[in-house]
């Protein structure tokens, strides 16, 4: 049976870290740090995240700026928010909720968002950072995986990871930071032949997809580490409720695996809080330059 990788158990022991260095800041600053979430339209994984982010900064005591705008705002209106908050004193981290609404060019908004506010590492700046290996804003979800490999002294270097999933946001960073961490990376995506083949080999399996339950028993090498990045709303057949889960079947793989993260209460709550990590980094460079 598989260790579980408790993600909530480590964000919530990182955010009381963050919370007691916000409240060690505060002695000597004139405000506290502040987020900026930037929401078009609706989407069922960004109400959970955005939930949870409000929660965590009341309770660390960070200021939330939010902006919930309809799916037909348009991209000069979108632009000019960010804009806004760019100039904004109190902000020290801006966040765009994706997906966005089809007629929203991401892109050009992410480009926008000054990189030193850029919380979510997205930034072409930032992202080009860490593809060299600098320090500085990284991608929240990628660091938090990385963050709990770390946790559980499960060492990267030598091993052979495949990355489900090739976004921007979770597949390309995740694969950058696991050939930083010395693993052999194999990135997967819609047009990979033999998929599941592939994921056997796997020392290292991180799920990316956003594809209920894709990842079955046959996908995954007794031992492994699997790390289920999905957040997927689903109805369930018997209740009629709904309710989260992953890219990983996680009944059919948790006693074969050797490690593996839950959903929920696994990847998502070190995304938050790894947001709320780089917000408070980028508070204490706005302060101390
Ligand atoms: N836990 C968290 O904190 C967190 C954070 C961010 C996202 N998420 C969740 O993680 C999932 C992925 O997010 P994302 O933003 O990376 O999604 P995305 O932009 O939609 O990317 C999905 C990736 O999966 C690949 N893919 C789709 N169907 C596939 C299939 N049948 N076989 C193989 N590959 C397939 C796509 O390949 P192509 O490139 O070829 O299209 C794409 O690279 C979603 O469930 C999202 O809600 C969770
Ligand atoms: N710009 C941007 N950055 C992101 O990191 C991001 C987006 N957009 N859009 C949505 C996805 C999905 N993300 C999520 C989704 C859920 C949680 C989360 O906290 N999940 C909890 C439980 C949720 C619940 O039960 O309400 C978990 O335990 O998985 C975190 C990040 C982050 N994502
Ligand atoms: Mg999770």
């Not at 990182?14 to 800041?25: C, E, R």
């Not at 839950?262 to 101390?288: A, Q, W």
């Amino acid at each position: 049976m598989a260790q579980r990788l408790d993600g909530k158990a480590l964000a919530n022991k990182i955010q009381s870290q963050l919370a007691a260095d916000i409240n060690h800041d505060s002695e000597h600053r004139d405000r506290p740090p502040g987020l900026a979430v930037l929401m078009v339209g609706d989407h069922p994984a960004s109400a959970a995240y955005v939930r949870n982010k409000e929660r965590a900064c009341e309770r660390l005591g960070i200021a939330s700026f939010g902006s919930h705008l309809p799916a037909d705002t348009s991209q000069a209106t979108v632009a000019e928010i960010i804009d806004q908050l760019n100039q904004d004193d109190r902000v020290d981290g801006i966040l765009v909720q994706l997906p966005l609404p089809d007629h929203i060019d991401a892109v050009a908004l992410l480009n926008r968002i000054d990189p030193a506010k850029d919380a979510d590492g997205l930034h072409p700046e930032n992202m080009g950072r860490l593809i060299r290996g600098e320090s500085g804003l990284r991608s929240c979800t990628p660091a938090g995986v990385m963050a709990v490999l770390k946790e559980y002294n499960i060492e990267p270097a030598g091993k052979k990871a495949v990355v489900l999933g090739r976004s921007i946001l979770v597949g390309k960073p995740m694969a950058l930071m696991l050939l930083e961490a010395n693993a052999t990376v194999t990135i997967a995506h819609s047009r990979t032949q033999d998929l599941a083949e592939l994921c056997r080999q796997a020392d290292i399996l991180v799920a990316a997809v956003g594809r209920p339950n894709m990842i079955g028993a046959d996908w995954v090498k007794p031992g492994a580490t699997v790390i289920d990045v999905g957040i997927n709303r689903i109805q369930d057949a018997e209740s009629g409720k709904s309710r989260l889960v992953g890219d990983v079947d996680f009944a059919s793989v948790e006693p074969l695996a050797g490690a593996i993260t839950p959903v929920p209460g696994g990847i998502g709550p070190m995304t938050v809080t790894m947001l709320l990590h780089n917000t408070v980094l980028s508070y204490r460079k706005r302060f101390n330059g």
